[in-house]
T-cell receptor
């Protein structure tokens, strides 16, 4: 089944404790991205990657890091999480030549 | 930077009534996409429009792309409880520039 998977689905952590949210897709998509969704703010892009070893900042990259060492994986790293990073995070992927994005199930992160 | 405005933010309708959400971009778009997110779920792609003045239908859903390619609308005829969710538009430009999402319209349908 074609899908985007994210882990963990739920995470409660404390300020400053490094964490990684994994994202993997099995559709051989070149383009992957991370979004955060907050009430009243919609979906805002954090980082995106057009292919292996190519990443770029989205609208709200501060406090986040990403890497793209393999085509299927695009982890999101929070080196020192803060409470303002409490949010619902979505990973998405698509073919390079199409804009239709496939979203993962989401990761609900709470930073206390 | 490019902005995509979407209205209304919320809409409550009686089952059987029609519903429309509107999307306006600050710049001309190469394409526009629409997504639906059910409560507790993730956004799911509905459709993409690329041509000026394009109109596409999916059963009770009608999607339009404006002549100037700066606005779009989604109209649902005779809403059902299964239509509940948040509808997002997302504007795309040529090349690999990221999509810009509207803030969404949350639709509630009262049975």
């Amino acid at each position: 089944e074609a899908q985007v998977t994210q882990n963990p689905r739920y995470l409660i952590t404390v300020t400053g404790k490094k964490l990684t949210v994994t994202c993997s897709q099995n559709m051989n998509h070149e383009y992957m991205s991370w979004y955060r969704q907050d009430p009243g703010l919609g979906l805002r892009q954090i980082y995106y990657s057009m292919n292996v070893e190519v990443t770029d900042k989205g609208d709200v990259p501060e406090g986040y890091k990403v890497s793209r060492k393999e085509k299927r994986n695009f982890p999101l790293i929070l080196e020192s999480p803060s409470p303002n990073q409490t949010s619902l995070y979505f990973c998405a992927s698509r073919r390079q030549e199409y804009y239709e994005q496939y979203f993962g199930p989401g990761t609900r992160l709470t930073v206390t | 930077g490019q902005q995509v405005m979407q209205i209304p933010q919320y809409q409550h309708v009686q089952e059987g009534e029609d519903f429309t959400t509107y999307c306006n971009s600050s710049t001309t778009l190469s394409n526009i996409q629409w997504y639906k997110q059910r409560p507790g779920g993730h956004p799911v792609f509905l459709i993409q429009l690329v041509k000026s003045g394009e109109v596409k239908k999916q059963k009770r859903l009608t999607f339009q792309f404006g002549e100037a390619k700066k606005n779009s609308s989604l109209h649902i005829t005779a809403t059902q409880t299964t239509d509940v969710g948040t509808y997002f538009c997302a504007g795309g430009n040529s090349g690999n520039t990221p999509l810009v999402f509207g803030k969404g319209t949350r639709l509630s349908v009262i049975a």
